[in-house]
């Protein structure tokens, strides 16, 4: 069995020596590189089966570089590696399409688990939902394996979360869903951090399908959602 090939892109170079040699004492395969303006030729020479990209970098920085592998895999998962807590910060990354957050100083389970969680969701792929590839929710078209969601003569690439959320909402639509369970399903756990990225999702998804009055994220206080479909 191959092991699982890590593009781990991190300037602090005492940093990542450390966390290189205790991935690889996991039986991961790791690619360093330090210098943001040699990552996308690495990606492509290496086709990794996950990113882990520190924001801070060099020349250029993390957030630019998921743009760029972006443009070449839509699937890899992305996860980055960060001091910066803001949400407009987890807005930009998830927008570019990161699947991912840890935050500095983390510790090398935290790591193991999330790059593990990414990889379990990228096996089980965007599975469709009640067999259909294309949905129709309210004047808006989501198209499910293409992770693309269109309307309003705009048609607008989704992240891997981005679409397994709005998938998660259209199958309860109409209906209560606990906001445990969505965390559970999206990140394996519903710990603060998490809870706050889901935050960011909830908002991201209002403002793509807002130009329907019919179709409505409820938030139930305490309890969850409501994904009201007119």
């Not at 882990?52 to 998921?66: E, N, Q, R, S, Y």
């Not at 990889?119 to 394996?145: C, E, M, W």
């Not at 048609?155 to 559970?184: A, G, Q, V």
Request: glycine share 6%.
């Amino acid at each position: 069995m191959s092991k699982t090939k890590i593009l781990y892109v991190e300037d602090e170079l005492f940093l990542g020596k450390i966390v290189k040699e205790s991935l690889e004492s996991r039986q991961f395969d790791v690619v360093m590189e330090s210098d943001g303006t040699n990552v996308l030729s690495v990606f492509r020479q290496i086709n990794p089966d996950v990113c882990v990209l520190d924001v801070m970098l060099p020349h250029k920085d993390g957030f630019t570089i998921a743009g760029e592998i972006r443009e070449i895999n839509s699937a890899v998962p992305i996860i980055f590696l960060t001091a910066k807590t803001q949400t407009d910060d987890l807005v930009k990354g998830f927008t570019i399409g990161g699947n991912d957050y840890i935050r500095k100083p983390f510790s090398m389970e935290e790591l193991i688990v999330r790059i593990e969680n990414a990889l379990r969701f990228k096996q089980q792929g965007a599975p469709v939902a009640n067999g259909k590839d294309i949905l129709t929710i309210g004047k808006y078209s989501f198209h499910v394996t293409r992770q693309m969601l269109s309307g309003y003569n705009e048609e607008r690439k989704l992240s891997f979360r981005e679409s397994e959320l709005l998938k998660i909402l259209y199958e309860n639509r109409d209906r209560i869903i606990d906001r445990k369970d969505i965390l559970n399903l999206l990140w394996g756990n519903d710990s603060f951090f998490n809870s706050r990225n889901l935050d960011v999702y909830i908002t991201k998804l209002r403002s793509y399908l807002k130009e329907d009055d019919l179709l409505e994220i409820i938030t139930i206080k305490g309890v969850g959602y409501r994904f009201v479909v007119g």
